[in-house]
């Protein structure tokens, strides 16, 4: 005889809890986009009808999920701030390992938000960022403000740089090595940069490209950045350059033929760049701050959106694309972990990669922040705190 327990199965006490934990993890796996209420139901383990019960609209739980994240991460610093610099670093280090899927979800999803809820994380940034700076110019009373602006932001940089991939590392050696990473950029000396001596002037548009194709890729690039590919349409890329919906047809079949072009062109870019940079050079340390100056005056022209690009958008080409683009990244980082591997043999492969990770987290965030109108050489500026991430010094 079978006996079945027809008591209900309880409902966990932590279910929304769950329920944001499990939506951070679709969101950063699958995109913001790609991700259903039932897939994140299903990984909850209820049914779709019981997640609306908590949340009207996946765009709800996207708010939700990215508010709670940011509560989680100032309770931590809370916590830490009273040790100082040393402590608060180490906390937020401890965080991102504790949560990978947090930070590239912000990067990423952030511009999907409602208004309400998209200034509301932006605040919330803006005072994390501005806990670290205090307890940075505490550390550093030598930084005027904009200094202690740049380096915090590239301080979090650094330290959520475990959310845009997925190398693996024992803990607590993972940790020690973020905060090791951090420790050096909280180090960095920008002053030799100089100052502008006068308030930034507002940015020249520059030269457009003759050819219409390119201008159209040109054009394309930061509306896909800005809106997100779905919300781009072939007429409003058109009515960039003041030309019809049909005259862009011409040039591309479709937009994802568009947002592909685009992505193969920055992957291709980075590659010649770095190409020609190590053929200019004749020890690993050399060929890696020159790529790494290269790097940043390309990020900082486009601001960083090809990066942001390849993160966000690039679910939306086929596979075949997908595969290219990914096999070229892979490779890409390979060859910056050659070169640092060269120039710090006492690394082992899982820390390079990881700190050569760091190092472009920080080159792919910054730009895309108001951080260097005080600067007159903003390359340079970027470049001393991507040394500074790795570790190798100023070259001599």
Sequence with gaps: MTITNSRPTRRPRNRKEL?????????????????????????????????????????????????????????????????GLAPLMQAIASFSLDHRSYAVVWDRETRLLSAEHQAEVQQRHGRIAAMLGEALRAERPDLDSDDVLLLSWALLAVLASPSYHHTELGRPRFDDLLYGLAKSVAGARLSVTGRTGAPPAAAEPGLAPVSRREALLA???????????????????????????????????????????????????????????????????????????????????????????????????????????????????AEWVALLLGSRPELGQAEARITVHAVFTVLNLLPRLPLFAHLGDPAAALTKVGLSVLQLGSAS
Excluded at 263 to 281: F, P
């Design 19 to 83: 329920i944001l934990a499990a939506a951070m993890d679709c969101f950063q796996r699958s995109g913001y986009q790609a991700t259903g209420m039932e897939d994140i139901a299903s990984a909850v383990g209820i049914t779709a009808g019981a997640l609306y019960r908590h949340f009207r609209s996946k765009q709800e739980l996207l708010g939700a999920a990215l508010l709670d994240s940011t509560d989680r991460l100032m309770a931590v610093m809370t916590a830490a701030e009273q040790g």
């Design 219 to 333: 054009a394309a690039t930061p509306l896909f950045a800005e809106r997100g590919f779905q919300s781009v349409s072939m007429e409003d890329v058109g009515a960039a350059l003041g030309i019809s919906r049909l005259a862009v047809y011409h040039h591309f079949p479709g937009k994802a033929d568009l947002l592909a072009a685009a992505l193969h062109r920055a992957s291709e870019a980075k590659w010649a760049t770095l190409v020609s940079d190590l053929a200019q050079s004749s020890t690993p340390p050399e060929g890696l701050r020159r790529a790494l100056r290269s790097y940043a005056e390309s990020a900082l022209v486009d601001h960083g959106t090809g990066m942001l690009l390849l993160v966000s958008e690039i679910a939306h080409l086929s596979a075949a694309d997908q595969e290219v683009l990914h096999r070229s990244q892979v490779d890409y980082v």
